[in-house]
């Protein structure tokens, strides 16, 4: 149940609903100043932060300063799955 308790995105939805979301992770491992997607890249898929943080960064070419740093902990693109 770390979701539940370590994700607070997660403490909206009961035991069972978080059960299902589970069956549909999947651990994916990115390396340090990897791009993990593009500004304009369609969404459809919610990530967590486990380990580490994640710089969000505006415009395309990545050398203005980062817009928001996220750490453990975070999600983003949370509003890819609601309603599914």
Known sequence: MYLKFEVLYFMQFDRLTIQSI?????????????KIFLHGDPSDSMMIVVKGQVALYAGHDFTQPHQVLLNER?????????NE
């Open 22 to 34: 589970c069956k549909c992770l999947k651990l994916v491992t990115y390396e340090q100043n990897e």
């Open 74 to 82: 975070s999600i983003l693109g949370e509003r890819s799955v609601k």
